[in-house]
């Protein structure tokens, strides 16, 4: 049984930082690419971010891109998510996803 669980939100102030974490089990799981969405209150669920497998770039959404940064840690089936600069639009739930499968978030507020 595929499971990804995320982990790693919280409160922030805007310009500061916080590492996301989305642990797999289940699947190969460095095997698979890993995506990142963004759910911010009230709106749609919005990819982020995709992690390659080792060796593989990373693709993000332009309004992440020289914020974010993504790594992974295959020995230990987990793929992180680093959040720079933050910016109180960045607030919502960020889930994982591998094809079909999502974990059930972690919540990110950036507020002063």
């Known amino acids: 049984q595929v499971q990804l669980v995320e982990s790693g939100g919280g409160l922030v102030q805007p310009g500061g930082s916080l590492i996301l974490s989305c642990a797999g089990s289940?699947?190969?799981?460095?095997?698979?690419?890993i995506a990142w969405y963004h759910q911010a209150p009230g709106k749609q669920r919005e990819f982020v971010a995709r992690?390659?497998?080792?060796?593989?770039?990373?693709t993000y959404e332009d309004s992440v891109k020289g914020r974010f940064a993504g790594s992974r840690d295959d020995a230990q089936n987990i793929v992180y998510l680093h959040l720079n600069s933050l910016k109180p639009e960045d607030t919502g739930a960020y889930y994982c996803?591998?094809?079909?499968?999502w974990g059930q978030g972690t919540q990110v507020t950036v507020s002063s």
């Open positions: 996803n591998s094809g079909d499968d």
């Open positions: 289940g699947f190969a799981f460095n095997q698979y690419s």
């Open positions: 992690i390659g497998q080792s060796g593989a770039p990373s």
